[in-house]
């Protein structure tokens, strides 16, 4: 028995996110009926974090075990051969049977892609998300400032987070502009359900004038979602890396992520 662990990255919108459903519409569901064709044997797979439907993924990792012997070529181009052309293996690694791709992971990392110009977007429709009035960008990243550290993060937890604490530290939240997009970057240790796009919303609301950089503060102070802004479009949230220790030999995502994504 050798356990793999292999990179991927998937157009979310394609999926109704990588959870495996009764209907086989996830990514999780894709990508095992073709590892199980290459291994010949059934393969049961575990990822970094469960991207929800429309969400994308730059550097998702994941790890199964298998009795097959195969070289690392055909866990990457025999599979991609069988996959949809929406998601594609980008590497692939033997790792130790200790690896776990959720539980020995230490950080993860999202992106944000925020289309910021009065006309919708076309051409990259179901990869940015969108927002047509100007967006105050010293502003947000000042609201921004105040979510790093280790907070009780309920304010932007889902009603539906299965976590068993809504505890996490948030070490990095920056924002840049290129051309018309705006780029989010952030990066805990893990998130909360649906966490990402909450704070989104919450800075799209500061951005346009809506309240003040210190509300934002004031929501994460409070713990309430039901006072703090709605949760916005999946369409631009990207899953852009996954931090491991070095011994696990796992690639980087500077490694696997693409520089500047749309710019």
């Known amino acids: 028995m050798v356990r793999v662990a292999l990179g991927l990255e998937y157009d979310g919108s394609r999926f109704c996110g990588w959870q495996t459903q009764p209907n086989a519409c996830a990514v999780q569901d894709a990508l095992e009926a073709a590892l199980s064709e290459i291994a010949c044997e059934p393969i049961a797979t575990a990822s970094a974090g469960r991207t ?27 599979v991609n051969a ?37 006309v919708r977007p076309g051409l990259a429709a179901g990869r940015v998300g ?38 996490r530290t948030l070490t990095e939240l920056n924002i840049r502009r290129v051309n018309d997009l705006l780029l989010f970057d952030l990066r805990a240790n893990a998130f909360l359900h649906h966490m990402v796009r909450n704070i989104i919303g919450g800075l799209v609301y500061v951005g346009k004038g809506k309240h003040t950089a210190e509300w934002l503060g004031e929501i994460l102070a409070g713990r309430d979602r ?10 631009g949230l990207y899953l852009s890396g996954v931090e491991y220790e070095a011994r696990w030999g796992i690639p980087t995502a500077n490694e696997v992520m693409v520089e500047e994504l749309l710019s």
């Open 52 to 78: 929800d439907t429309g969400v994308h993924a730059l550097a998702q990792v994941v790890h199964f075990d298998t009795l097959a012997l195969r070289p690392e070529s055909a866990w990457v181009r025999g």
């Open 226 to 235: 039901k006072l703090a802004a709605p949760t916005f479009a999946p369409d």
């Open 82 to 118: 069988l996959l949809p052309s929406s998601v594609s293996v980008r590497w692939a690694r033997e790792v130790a049977p200790e690896f776990h791709a959720r539980f020995a992971a230490q950080a993860r990392r999202y992106r944000y892609v925020l289309l910021n110009r009065p």
């Open 130 to 167: 969108w927002f047509h009035a100007p967006l105050n960008l010293e502003a947000m990243q000042c609201a921004a400032n105040q979510l790093l550290g280790e907070h009780d993060f309920s304010a932007f937890r889902a009603a539906e987070c299965q976590a068993k604490t809504p505890v």
